[in-house]
């Protein structure tokens, strides 16, 4: 194999329209490459709910919010039909 001056000593003796063609050909097949580097895989169908986990707020509270009220009030129900 070539190094790259090598190449690049002959590519200076094609005529402009070659040399032309040559750069075409080459951008073209490095635009490929990135193309099929900057390709994404595919994460699923829940990709986009699980970026927004933990950075979603609401003032509603539910269960889990008060667990400890609604656990004493469970355990305090308990003991009061014994």
């Keep these: ?3 790259a001056e090598e190449i690049l000593e002959q590519a200076k003796r094609l005529s ?9 050909e080459l951008l073209a097949e490095f635009d490929k490459g990135e193309a099929a580097e900057a390709q994404v895989p595919e994460r699923g169908p829940y ?6 986990v933990g950075s979603v707020h609401s003032d509603h509270t539910d269960l889990s919010t008060d667990k400890y009220e609604h656990v004493a009030a469970a355990s305090l129900h308990g ?3 014994a």
Excluded: F, I, N, S
């Design 79 to 81: 003991h009061d039909e």
């Design 16 to 24: 402009p329209a070659e040399r032309r063609h040559v750069a075409e």
């Design 1 to 3: 194999m070539r190094t």
């Design 47 to 52: 990709a986009k709910w699980l970026d927004a």
